[in-house]
């Protein structure tokens, strides 16, 4: 046995260590060990080179590192007839960067002791090799991601309560494959726990896909159509629409970014109108309703200003009908416009009697002017939430032009972009508080959505979704939020929006993956272009799966905020072939280069580069 234990020390051993600095180790390699592979018991065995781990022996402690660098080094010491040939004066030198060490039989990360010089070093063994590469821990479960792209067959295992319980980001240019890893990981999961009563029960997943990658006919990426909730938005027209409760809805953050409000005047008119309780118990009354339009219009009149009075009328009843579709409005409108008339002489308002032409002043024309006011057909019910936010803010702008509480330059800019954004909202979303996701995934697709409304929806309906769970504050609720293309909403470069909205933005999604762990919130991210994306939200991460990264900005990016990486991970980053990527973090006790694993066909996502020739011939 010991006889054995000598061969295999012999043939494993490498060399010794010859300098320290900090984590960064030289070993000087045996001469006899510069051949590519070793033969030991009929096995063919990889000798070390660069992305190789060794072993460090210091007495009784087992010290691993990765190679990094290899050098060669002239013998001039000794005279030339020493050696029996030229090869013999060359000696190897490798740069070994340290990862951790061997406490009894399991590998830990970290450095808890540092070599002396001419500590021997060892090629790692089959079973030395394993443990190294082995992420499952006593209390967690294995799920399958792919193999070990320098080792094949070596299968890549990762903890699931590592790896959920976390945040992720997958990075790497368009056609790097990070939209297969995505499914890849969440295909394994659902594979494992798809039908299980209690994850069925506890644990919601919402991807926001932005270009369709993840619906298509079938509707089965990922996992069956069953499963999943699936919504199809559009602002074309005929699309499905995501249902968002009232309170959600009358965030006056929100639409403060959805209407770009400025921040001295018009965002602090947004917030007192949807604040004004008054104003909403009206709403839900026809009388009421009726009787608030009548007083704001007679107000008007009394003020007897000839600029605001009639061309306030004729707005405010206008605004009126935009909000009401089904009523008659118009009618009484166009008949005011006809009889009300400012006299300059007198300067007031009079009120021509359409069938005499005669003039009714004062108390008479505001009788006149009632009595078309009670003409108008309101009903109320068929309004939703959404319709009646619209009319609210509508009739808060005209009491405070007519009060004089505002200056109309200054909001009248906000009320026209209004109806072209509620009329993007109504056509993807449905105010409804009952409606709950009732299934495990649920897949909101806005390939057919506007740019504006791809940068708004996916802010409320993660808050919407992120807000809920806070307030469920139950330990067994599990939420993940997967959004694709991250750098869609997750910019901190852009010139098409405010500051303030991009503040907003940035500040929402940088809570969530701060606070949202206590909630039992995750965030997993994938983007091609993580320069773009927020260094607090790439920094937070806990899992990375790193594609193909060119771009040096990118390079650059994750080399700052990930401290997970050794140097030579990074240097892989620009060659890695497609479907190749390095797994780091938390999850992963080494960073280590993976082959991602095959799905079957039918829940890939639509992403494959399309093929010109075949086309072409």
């Known amino acids: 046995m010991q006889e054995e234990s000598t061969v295999k020390d012999s043939i494993f051993r490498i060399g010794r260590v010859i300098s320290v600095d900090g984590r960064s180790i030289r070993v000087t390699v045996d001469k006899s060990k510069n051949s590519s592979h070793l033969l030991y018991k009929g096995d063919l065995i990889k000798n070390v080179s660069v992305g190789s781990y060794i072993k460090i022996i210091k007495g009784f402690t087992i010290i691993i590192g990765k190679v990094e660098g290899e050098y060669t080094i002239e013998d001039k010491v000794y005279s030339t007839k020493e050696y029996s040939s030229d090869k013999e004066k060359i000696s190897r030198s490798l740069n070994i960067s340290l990862l951790g060490f061997f406490s009894g039989k399991e590998f830990e990360r970290g450095i808890k002791e540092m070599p002396l010089i001419d500590n021997e070093c060892y090629l790692l063994d089959r079973d030395e090799f394993n443990k190294v590469h082995d992420f499952i821990r006593k209390d967690d479960e294995p799920l399958s991601i792919g193999t070990l792209t320098l080792e094949k067959g070596q299968e890549i295992l990762v903890g699931i309560d590592c790896m959920f319980a976390s945040h992720i980001g997958i990075f790497g240019n368009t056609g790097s494959g990070k939209s297969y890893t995505l499914a890849k990981l969440y295909r394994e999961l659902f594979k494992k726990y798809g039908d299980n009563p209690n994850f069925i029960k506890n644990a919601k997943f919402f991807l926001i896909d932005f270009n369709g990658e993840y619906v298509d006919e079938d509707d089965n990426v990922i996992i069956d159509k069953e499963y999943k909730n699936i919504y199809k938005l559009s602002t074309k027209g005929n699309g499905d629409k995501y249902p968002v409760s009232s309170e959600a809805l009358y965030e006056p953050s929100f639409w403060s970014v959805i209407l770009e409000a400025t921040e001295k005047t018009q965002t602090p008119f947004i917030r007192r109108a949807l604040s004004n309780s008054f104003l909403a118990e009206k709403l839900n009354d026809n009388a009421s309703m009726l009787e608030l339009i009548k007083s704001k219009l007679i107000l008007a009149l009394d003020k007897n200003d000839k600029e605001l009075g009639s061309k306030v009328i004729i707005d405010f009843l206008s605004d009126i009908e ?293 086309n072409w011939v």
């Not at 309004?383 to 936010?389: G, I, P, T």
């Not at 807000?467 to 909403?489: F, G, P």
Request: charged share 25%.
């Open 322 to 614: 935009n909000s009401l579709p089904n009523s008659n409005v118009s009618l009484v409108r166009d008949r005011l416009r006809e009889n009300l008339q400012y006299y300059n002489q007198g300067n007031e308002f009079v009120y021509i009697e359409p069938e005499s032409g005669n003039w009714k002043w004062k108390a008479d024309m505001r009788s006149y002017v009632s009595n078309d006011l009670n003409a108008i057909d309101i009903s109320l019910v068929s309004l939703n939430s959404l319709d009646k936010l619209r009319l609210q803010i509508v009739i808060q702008y005209y009491d405070d032009i007519i009060k004089g509480h505002a200056n109309r330059e200054h909001l009248s800019p906000l009320i026209k972009r209004m109806e072209k954004r509620f009329e993007d909202i109504r056509k993807v979303i449905d105010i409804n508080d009952s409606v709950s996701l009732s299934k495990n995934i649920t897949v909101v697709s806005l390939k057919d959505v506007n740019i504006h409304m791809r940068k708004i929806l996916p802010l409320l309906l993660c808050k919407q979704l992120y807000d809920e769970q806070k307030a469920r504050n139950d330990e067994t609720s599990y939420l993940n939020i997967i959004v694709d293309e991250a750098h869609n909403i997750l910019s901190r470069n852009s010139d098409r929006e405010s500051e303030q909205w991009k503040d907003y933005r940035l500040e929402t999604f940088e809570e969530i993956i701060k606070e949202g762990r206590k909630f039992g919130v995750f965030l997993t991210i994938a983007s091609q272009r993580p320069s773009d994306i927020s260094a607090t939200i790439i920094s937070q991460l806990h899992n990375y799966f790193l594609h193909r990264l060119i771009n040096n900005n990118d390079i650059l990016a994750v080399e700052k905020t990930i401290s997970y990486l050794d140097k030579l991970s990074f240097e892989y980053l620009p060659i890695l072939p497609t479907g190749t990527c390095i797994l780091a973090g938390l999850a992963a006790q080494v960073p280590v280069v993976i082959d991602i694993g095959k799905i079957e066909d039918k829940y890939e996502p639509n992403n494959k580069t399309r093929g010109l020739i075949k």
